[in-house]
């Protein structure tokens, strides 16, 4: 893939994926920097009904991914996230308006469904501009908007609070992505015979290497053949346990931090950037390993495992130390988000096109569960203990089953020697 214009996919394309799932995220990660701030007080409801209102989205999360990803899998990806970035921007920045709980209960079901469209589509969208050599890669590079966001919002985020208070944070952060979603429009397109950037010479390329792909995959007739298949409902439940730890891990992160170390919110904010900074450099270092050898599971499960065996660790340091606490959560952190790139990339080189993207998308609906209990469970915990102990163990549980989970896979095609 050496033409010099398909070079050039990796300045167009990606900057505008990681910028638009940055923006995803943030919309739904900064409801733990509003947890910390006292978003429970100034709204006069319970511990309980807070960890209800962090949970929500997630279950709104899990709903439309399967038929979202069919439309951006047959028609058009680009269409579907500019709609879903107008639709969830309006709803993160209502987050900081409305005052009724069940109106706001409403509002974070409707975000996680606005937000469900994205990350698979992305995934659909990659698909189409990258081949499976250079995949993990690309889709590291996507999902560096998970932690590469924590890390500038955690900072901005308390700052913003500091400043303005939680609901202005939530208002701006909501409305940045409306004006982005027309640039979004503006940027990308959704398949390379739709860019007059790419040369003729490196369309023929690019599409060859792609149906070339395609004709190394088994035959795969419908979506109910490819659930059916050994490794796809491992997938779901791995991915519903490791979701189940990173989203307990990203929602409640500040307000532990803040519970245990006594500091102010915005310094709050600088600690809980500095374990998505160090994933985000071990995310890309992953991804980049795994494409050349093209391996996939050796670069998964050890770093789950770890990730799990760090916050066990940070629980028994957490009545002795904060320092021992704290550099037990920065491992953890960093270890639990390596593994992204090669993780997506499995799909698309064990099944062909027709049904990968569906397939994804049921991957990503059994996450969203994992994220709707998590967070729940974990906030649960936190508000009937009054310390993070208990819903870490949880997380460190669930890390290290998604681990085994991942072990256990059977062998995938021999493209990719795993």
């Known amino acids: 893939m050496d033409e010099p214009d398909l070079k050039q996919r990796w300045a167009r394309i990606l900057p505008a994926v990681f910028v638009t799932y940055s923006l995803a995220y943030l919309d739904r990660a900064n409801y733990g920097f509003g947890a910390a701030a006292g978003m429970a007080a100034d709204l006069h409801i319970s511990g309980q009904r807070l960890a209800l209102l962090g949970a929500l989205f997630f279950l709104g999360y899990t709903l439309p991914q399967i038929p979202g990803t069919a439309y951006a899998s047959r028609h058009s990806a680009r269409r579907l996230i500019f709609v879903a970035l107008i639709a969830w921007g309006g709803f993160a920045a209502l987050t900081g308006v409305i005052r009724n709980f069940w109106l706001l209960a409403a509002d974070r079901l409707l975000l996680g469904m606005a937000e469900s469209f994205v990350f698979p589509a992305m995934l659909v969208l990659l698909t189409r501009w990258f081949t499976r050599e250079e995949r993990s890669q690309a889709n590291a590079l996507l999902i560096l ?155 998964i499960w050890p770093l789950l495992v770890v990730a799990g065996v760090a916050l066990g660790a940070s629980c028994l340091a957490a009545t002795h130390s904060f320092a021992w ?94």
């Open 145 to 299: 908007g998970n932690p590469g966001t924590i890390v500038w919002m955690s900072a901005a985020s308390g700052f913003l609070i500091r400043a303005a208070g939680w609901r202005a944070m939530f208002a701006v952060e909501g409305l940045a992505s409306v004006v982005w979603g027309f640039l979004w429009l503006a940027l990308v397109r959704n398949s390379p015979e739709e860019a007059a950037w790419l040369s003729e010479a490196g369309r023929d390329r690019l599409r060859h290497a792609l149906d070339q792909e395609q004709r190394t995959l088994p035959g795969v007739l419908n979506l109910r053949t490819a659930f059916r298949s050994p490794n796809v409902p491992r997938l779901c439940v791995q991915y519903f346990f490791w979701s189940l730890g990173v989203y307990g891990f990203v929602l409640w992160l500040p307000l532990v931090i803040r519970n245990a170390s006594g500091l102010p919110i915005h310094i709050t904010g600088l600690l809980t950037s500095l374990p998505y900074l160090l994933g985000t450099i071990l995310m890309l270092a992953v991804a980049r390993v795994s494409d050349r050898s093209r391996e996939r599971r050796r670069y």
């Open 325 to 418: 606490t704290y550099a037990s959560v920065l491992l953890a952190g960093a270890a639990m988000y390596a593994p992204y790139g090669p993780f997506f990339a499995i799909v698309p080189a064990m099944l062909p096109k027709n049904v990968a993207g569906e397939t994804m998308a049921l991957i990503n609906s059994c996450g969203a569960l994992g994220g709707f209990v998590g967070t729940y469970l974990v906030g649960l915990f936190q508000a009937w203990t009054g310390n993070a102990q208990a819903g870490f163990l949880l997380m460190s549980l669930a890390l290290v089953v998604s681990g085994i989970l991942t072990a256990g896979m059977r062998p995938l095609p021999r493209e990719v020697n795993a």
